[in-house]
């Protein structure tokens, strides 16, 4: 089972950016289609943004389009998420793991403790 470890979240004003990355430690991330997930408070987690295992291709959540960017160095074991003109419904708790690709739905991995991202003035 794939087990990951988040981190690069932080504070960051409205408009600013953040990157957030995603490894792994005796699991190979090549493997598998990989995504970031977020979770605000009362709110279910939602899928943010997904990445093919080899890299080429990208599926995003309609919220953020055009502000994050996935990607993935399976050099490094790595899973990176970019994300620009932050705003306030940016913050959550981010969590790395798996995806069904067919169905864009979580995998078998276990969930990380993931990072949290608060944007606020």
């Known amino acids: 089972q794939v087990q990951v470890v988040e981190s690069g979240g932080g504070l960051v004003q409205p408009g600013g950016s953040l990157r957030l990355s995603c490894g792994a430690s005796?699991?190979?991330?090549?493997?598998?289609?990989m995504a970031w997930y977020r979770q605000a408070p009362k709110k279910q987690r939602e899928l943010v943004a997904a990445?093919?295992?080899?890299?080429?291709?990208?599926n995003y959540a309609d919220s953020v389009k055009g502000r994050f960017t996935i990607s993935r160095d399976n050099a490094k074991n790595t899973v990176y998420l970019q994300m620009n003109s932050l705003k306030p419904e940016d913050t959550a708790v981010y969590y790395c793991?798996?995806?069904?690709?067919?169905?864009?739905?979580?995998?078998?991995?276990?969930w990380g403790q993931g990072t949290q991202v608060t944007v606020s003035s």
């Open positions: 793991n798996t995806v069904q690709w067919a169905t864009m739905t979580p995998g078998s991995g276990s």
């Open positions: 005796g699991s190979i991330l090549s493997f598998y289609h």
């Open positions: 990445v093919i295992r080899g890299g080429d291709m990208t």
